[in-house]
């Protein structure tokens, strides 16, 4: 209906029916689907598809009465022989997968299955429609499936080729071998066959070609031929969408088997194509109308970041100089200007990879050359040249080269062509926001006029959104007194807010209240008072207007919040009561998810802006007396926990939980342990129902905060044992459920996303031994026995042996030597062993529990220890770079530090004529303070031992 209220009645009258009438409700959408096939029949399938989906939290299915289950599982099965609806099939395999997860039975169901899925039956490609929404376990059962998809891919209807190729997806995922060679020359060329019948059919078995490679890239392994002689032909004969499409599964293979010869061909392929999608030089692209914004993804971008991938894959080693020497060569030429166009954007796409200055400095006259052209694309392209390589090399290039791209820079901002001057404002902030301090301050006025000079009413919106980022990127990166530029700026930004009203303006008038938020922040609080109030009633104004949480506007107002509030701080709390109440709202999901709706979409602004109203909430209670509006903003909080269609929600939702605690401390603190109890048991059952790793840690470290800012002794001994029990349990559960998959940079995710978890799980036992001693015996005596038992061997794979060293430095750290007992002794033995770890993330995770140890001993414990002490600190120390630079540095930083931590305890003139040698720390600002700290210390209070009997440490020092 296009009554929105009527629609939305009648949306709720059907949730209504699905909780209290399942029944009716199922036979009803059954019937009608049985009839003709409708606009109400189409959204009859939508809805069955809801209900029975196992994921669904209608439990409508196992509602239903036993004799209405078995009459609606045979009529289902009737409808899919005669009904051509998409719905039904993926409803049918929802139910399937419904029944056979609770460990039901539907014979009628694998009987259809079984005696249709073959090449000569009535049936088969109802079957198959249904098979390709099964879940893999699923799937697994009907294994004979090679002969019938080989006589679909052979059909002559392109319908029936496509439904074969989305099939194979599913078989390919299911079976444990993959050697159905032939099916894969057959959707090869079934490729060429759908596209030459329909474009848009023949671009979605491109897409499921791409998914297969991505799920399965082996099976490719063996074609590469007909992938090159694929890619070619649609290059000879389709459109660059196509081709666009072509290189995208050609690149998916690429990353699957590594394969040089296919990556070089792909990235030269690109490059055409590159130079293909280029289009005449139009009024439209040089002057863009009111309210332009550069496309997030076109064909030539997406292109771009093709070039990425191949070199990615087999590595840059095998793959730049090829590429580089092709785009080089497009460079040159001067007869067609795409080309030099083309060459400029895939320089920016690869200039990440060019590591040596002089290879840098190398591109600097190609970029004076673009520059200077006459063609305004190839000036565009120039500056996003010199935008990627400031953004690249941070510091480097901008120290090195800006007496050259500075006045380049400034060209750009005069040019006549409003989307180049665009671009070049773009590259004024990316090149600010990398310089040094004395960079921007030798070129501040310069800057700051020519951008004060596009604030103005006649400019388009574009430029002065540019110009506003650009401002508050200068102010954030300079340290120079900015007071008076500020007031200028504000005075001309106030004028602007003003004369640009109505909804056309949101983005500029949100990019308006940043920079002048930014800006504040940078002049700092005093300067930035004075201007507050009018800044704060402009922003609630704003709020007060028609905006939503799918507002773009909304996202700039929140982030202006909590600079504001961060600035202010306590004096920003007279103003909570304007602003809560709204953000409150926006916090709120505006709708109910809609049965009617496929897949039921929740816009990403949305979602965004629900996520930034909880961070903005999260600020005001760290900031202000947040206490009267706690309650109310727990309630909005503790159902986003649960919000399905984003985990960035979820996540933040569970960050804001500990700021809440703290905030309700301050009023009462009995209420606060209360409330902190209750929060640790719905983040608990939130951690378990949870599918995102990245979410999950969230609140994991959520409980941890929790746990840390409640204080000693606010759990009992039992609810600590019930958080000990199941924090163990999940990290258990994470090891049931690793992978071996065949993409290994999917492996090399898992790994960091796992390293994450247990990072966080370890961290709760730290909380808890820290707050909690007293009642973690029963834990402790856990994890020698069923942890510490396994995982400190040498024969334990690295991340379980880091783990059992988080958690080995945690007790060390905060239960100590008496706790432990007769056990201290045994850390210490594991600690000094996998010191010396040639993995660099454990050596550091052991010198760091080793520093802690020698500080935590008893006296007559560290006597006995000091001296070995000394000596495995000082071997590793001595450790080579076996990884990466980073992690080397880390872990050497950890055991100076812990020498130092020694040094402490007793001081001997080897030690310390060691320890100084190793300084300064550079990568663990944290232990960097801490160890010098305590050379300034040792220096005032025993110059002799820091400078050596003969001052031999002078040189060092």
Not at 385 to 397: A, P
Not at 710 to 739: D, H, M, Y
Request: charged share 20%; proline share 4%.
């Amino acid at each position: 209906s296009p009554d929105n209220s009527a629609r939305k009645q009648a949306e709720a009258q059907l949730n209504q029916a699905v909780v209290n009438s399942p029944e009716k409700l199922v036979a009803c959408l059954v019937s009608i689907l049985e009839g003709p096939q409708t606009q109400t029949s189409t959204l009859c399938g939508i809805l069955l598809k809801k209900v029975f989906s196992p994921k669904s939290n209608y439990e409508a299915w196992s509602k239903l009465t036993q004799s209405t289950q078995e009459l609606v599982k045979h009529q289902l099965l009737n409808l899919v022989q005669n009904c051509e609806s998409k719905h039904l099939f993926e409803a049918v395999a929802l139910l399937a997968s419904n029944i056979f997860q609770t460990r039901s039975s539907w014979s009628e169901f694998n009987t259809f299955m079984q005696a249709n899925l073959k090449p000569d039956s009535t049936y088969s490609v109802p079957a198959v429609e249904v098979y390709m929404h099964l879940p893999v376990y699923l799937a697994k059962e009907f294994s004979d499936l090679e002969s019938l998809l080989h006589l679909l891919l052979n059909s002559q209807n392109p319908n029936t080729r496509l439904l074969a190729l989305k099939a194979m997806k599913l078989f390919f995922r299911a079976q444990e071998s993959l050697n159905s060679q032939s099916l894969i020359q057959s959707a090869i060329t079934s490729v060429d066959f759908i596209l030459a019948k329909n474009q848009y059919e023949g671009q979605s078995a491109l897409k499921v070609l791409t998914e297969i490679s991505e799920n399965t890239p082996r099976i490719f392994e063996p074609h590469l031929s007909d992938i090159t002689e694929l890619v070619n032909h649609i290059f000879a004969n389709y459109e660059p969408s196509d081709q666009n499409l072509v290189l995208e599964f050609s690149v998916s293979v690429v990353e699957g088997v590594l394969s040089k010869e296919l990556a070089g061909f792909v990235a030269q392929k690109t490059l055409e194509l590159m130079v293909a999608l280029d289009k005449e030089i139009t009024d439209d692209w040089c002057q863009p109308e009111e309210g332009f914004c550069e496309e997030e993804e076109d064909y030539s971008k997406a292109a771009q970041k093709l070039l990425t991938r191949v070199i990615d894959s087999v590595g840059e080693s095998n793959l730049l100089e090829p590429v580089s020497n092709l785009i080089f060569s497009m460079l040159k030429e001067h007869t067609d200007w795409r080309y030099p166009y083309a060459g400029l954007l895939a320089l920016t796409e690869i200039v990440q990879y060019i590591t040596e200055p002089q290879q840098v400095a190398a591109l600097i006259p190609w970029i004076q050359q673009g520059v200077e052209s006459p063609n305004p694309k190839i000036r565009y392209a120039a500056f996003l040249l010199i935008k990627q390589t400031c953004e690249d090399y941070v510091r480097d290039f901008q120290g090195e080269h800006y007496e050259t791209i500075l006045p380049l820079i400034g060209k750009g901002l005069l040019d006549s062509v409003s989307r180049v001057k665009l671009c070049s404002l773009g590259c004024l902030a990316s090149f600010m926001y990398g310089a040094s301090s004395s960079i921007v301050s030798q070129n501040l006025v310069s800057n700051l006029e020519t951008l004060t000079n596009l604030l103005e009413t006649t400019q388009p919106s574009y430029i002065i959104e540019s110009a506003c980022a650009a401002f508050a990127t200068v102010f954030s990166s300079s340290k120079d007194d900015l007071t008076n530029w500020y007031e200028l700026a504000y005075s001309k930004l106030i004028r602007i807010l003003q004369s640009k009203q109505g909804s056309n303006y949101k983005r500029l008038q949100g990019r308006i209240v940043e920079c002048i938020t930014i800006m504040g922040r940078a002049v700092g609080r005093e300067v930035f008072a004075k201007s507050a109030p009018e800044v704060i009633q402009v922003i609630i104004q704003l709020h007060q207007g028609d905006i939503t949480s799918a507002d773009e506007l909304t996202g700039y107002l929140l982030s202006a919040w909590q600079r504001i509030c961060e600035l202010l701080r306590e004096d920003f709390s007279p103003y909570l009561s304007s602003v809560v109440p709204k953000l409150l709202s926006l916090a709120q999901p505006q709708e109910a998810q809609s049965l009617l709706v496929e897949n039921a979409p929740v816009s990403s602004t949305q979602t965004e802006n629900i996520e930034l109203s909880i961070t903005t909430l999260q600020s005001f209670a760290e900031c202000t007396s947040f206490g009267e509006y706690v309650d109310d903003t727990v309630r909005v909080s503790l159902p986003l926990l649960e919000y399905t269609p984003n985990e960035d929600v979820r996540g933040s939702a569970a960050e804001i939980l500990p700021s809440l605690v703290a905030s309700k401390r301050a009023l009462d603190t009995s209420q606060a342990t209360e409330m902190a109890k209750v929060f640790l048991t719905t983040l608990w059952a939130a951690i378990e129902s949870e599918d995102s790793h990245e979410t999950r840690i969230q609140q994991l470290e959520s409980v941890k905060k929790i746990i840390e800012a409640s204080g000693s002794n606010f759990l009992n001994q039992q609810e600590v044992l019930a958080i000990g029990e199941k924090t163990i349990k999940l990290f258990l559960s994470s090891l049931e459920s690793r992978e071996n998959p065949q993409n290994s940079k999917y492996l090399e995710y898992q790994k960091e996303v796992e390293d994450n978890l247990h990072a966080a799980i370890s961290d709760i036992l730290g909380a808890i031994f820290k707050t909690h001693k007293q009642f973690c015996y029963p834990i402790l005596e856990y994890l020698f026995t069923g942890i510490f038992s396994n995982f400190l061997r040498e024969e334990a794979k690295p991340e379980d042996q880091k783990f059992a060293l988080y958690i080995v430095d945690d007790i060390v750290e905060f239960l100590g030597e008496e706790s432990v007992a007769s056990k201290w002794n045994e850390l210490g033995q594991a600690l000094a062993k996998f010191a010396k770890s040639p993995h660099e993330e454990i050596r550091q995770a052991a010198c760091y529990g080793l520093g802690i140890f020698a500080q935590n001993s008893s006296k007559e414990t560290f006597q006995v220890w000091s001296s070995s002490l000394f000596e495995v600190l000082k071997e590793a120390c001595e450790m080579p770079v076996v990884k990466r630079i980073k992690s080397h540095g880390y872990a050497k930083d950890n055991s100076v530090a812990a020498i130092g931590r020694l040094i402490r305890r007793q001081a001997s003139q080897e030690a310390v004529s060691y320890w100084v040698s190793q300084l300064p720390l550079r990568w663990d600002k944290q232990e960097a303070k801490a160890a010098h700290h305590l050379l300034a210390e040792i220096s005032v209070t025993y110059p002799s031992l820091v400078l050596g009997s003969n001052k031999e440490n002078l040189k060092p020092l």
